[in-house]
């Protein structure tokens, strides 16, 4: 029986001398529910079902009048990773998201109880202003969520969200619209900002 091939889908991986790769990831995160997603963007596969991109192409397209909810977080306190699972051949991706907020208000706290006990999905977007995707329609999303009230008078409050999604890559890319309560934000833009009337810098959320 003849062995069978596969059209080889390997790539060469350069990186310039002298190129900055900025770390971090931005202040402002997004999150909706599985429920309120009708279709997801693709990834885009070979005959053999492999993946040929990690970036999504595509939107995600949510049910009628709902939008992406925003979380504002301390960047320098939070962090996006990945790291392998399983076995061969049948190992996947286990993407972790670290989200500090400073709040442990009202706000907040209904927060918690809502993302512990939804299957969700997380759009971060990065200091060089490209959005991956914490969360996958094939595999349930965790997030739980801590909060610290502080300890003494020069203590500090948190609520922190922590997530793991088992996907096939790093956090894929996305590269889609984005459809907030402010406006759509069109994440393929390099500077993406909120479609709003009046100053688009303007910061909306709570302290």
């Known amino acids: 029986m003849p062995r069978q091939t596969c059209t080889p889908i390997q790539r060469s991986l350069a990186w310039c001398q002298g190129t900055p790769e900025l770390p971090g990831i931005k202040r402002r995160l997004y999150y ?27 939107n995600f397209e949510l049910v009628a009048d709902a939008t992406w909810k925003f979380i504002d977080i301390l960047p320098d306190k939070s962090q996006l990773t990945s790291e392998a699972q399983g076995e061969y051949p049948s190992m996947t991706q286990l993407n972790k998201l670290t989200a500090v907020h400073p709040g442990v208000g009202v706000e907040a706290s209904a927060l918690s109880a809502y993302v512990n006990n939804c299957d969700c999905v997380y759009l971060v977007e990065t200091v060089r202003n490209k959005f991956r995707v914490v969360g996958s329609e094939k595999w349930q999303v965790k997030s739980t969520v801590a909060q610290d009230l502080g300890q ?28 907030t309560e ?25 302290p």
Not at 162 to 170: I, M, Q, R, S
Request: hydrophobic fraction near 30%; charge should be negative.
């Open 32 to 58: 909706i529910s599985k429920d309120q997603i009708v279709s997801w963007p693709t990834l885009t596969r070979d005959q053999n079902g492999r993946l040929t991109s990690a970036a999504y192409s595509g």
């Open 152 to 179: 003494g008078a020069t203590g500090t409050t948190s609520t922190t969200l922590n997530v793991e999604a088992t996907d096939e890559c790093p956090a894929p890319f996305y590269q889609g619209k984005i459809d």
């Open 182 to 206: 402010d406006g759509i934000i069109y994440a393929d833009q390099q500077q993406a900002q909120p479609v709003v009337d009046g100053d688009p810098d303007e910061d909306t959320a709570d």
